[in-house]
């Protein structure tokens, strides 16, 4: 059994759990450093939930006997063109809220890539050297806020809901 494909995923839902308890204990702690630590399990968190929803495509790739069924990326077997060869509700659904930056799965991927990105600068005020500072135009939105621990916990909440629910209609009678 160990080498059943589900346990990936069982695994990866697993750790993020851990990593939110941690970040928990974190955020409750008086540590010098609690902000670092903070950000650590924020980010450990994000890692394990992309990597449940790895294991979670590759058990509907492996299923389907899908071309691209040991991708090392989520967003290769995310493709609708993967539906046209073999069409998956399954697939289709993790499809549809992916390609939906509003849902829970379109917003994980997004934070997933935001950290792979270089740092940014801050940006600095705008201002006209010859008119008065009464008023300066600031930019505001540009920094994406940082995730909380309970979206992050509901997140993973509706994948291990999702995985469970389709492991129901991917076992063979």
Known sequence: M???????TNQK????G??????RKAEEGRAMNAQALVQAEREATLFHLYGALLGLCHEIAGFYRLPDSSAARAEV??????????PSPELA???????NRQTWLGQLLAAHAELFKPPRPPREQKSDPGASTLIEAVSVGDEPPLLERETLES??????????RFRVGLSEW
């Open 2 to 8: 160990a080498g059943e494909l589900y346990t990936r």
């Open 77 to 86: 077997l995310l493709d609708r063109q993967n539906l046209d060869g073999a």
């Open 155 to 164: 997140w993973r909440q509706e994948l291990k809901a999702l995985a469970q």
């Open 13 to 16: 839902i697993f750790y993020a």
């Open 93 to 99: 659904e993790l499809i549809e809220l992916a390609e």
């Open 18 to 23: 851990l990593s939110l308890e941690s970040w």
